[in-house]
T-cell receptor, first 113, second 110 residues
């Protein structure tokens, strides 16, 4: 499986600010995925990031709130904009493996005050 | 709305016993199914996947799939305290999109 890193691993932010999360993978992948895991909850897909095209957002998530960049086949960023305490979550990137398998990065734990 | 349902637990089993984790899914178009283990404060780790009806074994883990009943299960034999974690069931319907259940917390007691 791919080796995936995320930065930052955790952050505490003030309401109204933005945070950009980076995801780096050690091999080229066509798709990268961004998930949110709110406290005590399961994973919810935010968007799929494809290199060379706009990200595809899931219902309930919009580009203005969660802009995504995918400049190359090994890197992506997710920005959480104009944050509120409800955005406090773990944000995870993942990449595809064999078939429909996905492998997850270590996550970014975000607390918004 | 595609849903994956799991009992949140906690499921408590004694060390050495078989732990049985269950999952149902609503989308009959789902083609493949996954079990992830998530330790507290860590990211999910893929432990099993299954595509065909029947059983698939990997070491102490056995995944079972019954597409007619829309049911997936994970058996953990000889449970160890290190197996204590939350187990997430996920279903894929194509396009690499995974729908996750809310997870079952497993506690293996000494």
């Amino acid at each position: 499986s791919a080796v995936i890193s995320q930065k930052p691993s955790r952050d505490i932010c003030q309401r109204g600010t933005s945070l950009t999360i980076q995801c780096q993978v050690d091999s080229q992948v066509t798709m990268m995925f961004w998930y949110r895991q709110q406290p005590g909850q399961s994973l919810t897909l935010i968007a799929t990031a494809n290199q060379g095209s706009e990200a595809t957002y899931e219902s309930g998530f919009v580009i203005d709130k969660f802009p995504i960049s995918r400049p190359n086949l090994t890197f992506s960023t997710l920005t959480v904009s104009n944050m509120s305490p409800e955005d406090s979550s773990i944000y995870l990137c993942s990449v595809p493996g064999i078939g429909d398998t996905q492998y997850f990065g270590p996550g970014t734990r975000l607390t918004v005050l | 709305q595609k849903e994956v349902e799991q009992n949140s637990g906690p499921l408590s089993v004694p060390e050495g016993a078989i732990a049985s984790l269950n999952c149902t899914y609503s989308d009959r178009g789902s083609q493949s199914f996954f079990w992830y283990r998530q330790y507290s404060g860590k990211s999910p780790e893929l432990i099993m996947f299954i595509y065909s009806n029947g059983d698939k074994e990997d070491g102490r883990f056995t995944a079972q799939l019954n597409k007619a009943s829309q049911y997936v299960s994970l058996l953990i034999r000889d449970s160890q305290p290190s197996d204590s974690a939350t187990y997430l069931c996920a279903a894929a319907g194509g396009g690499n999109k995974l729908t996750f259940g809310t997870g079952t917390q497993l506690k293996v007691e000494l």
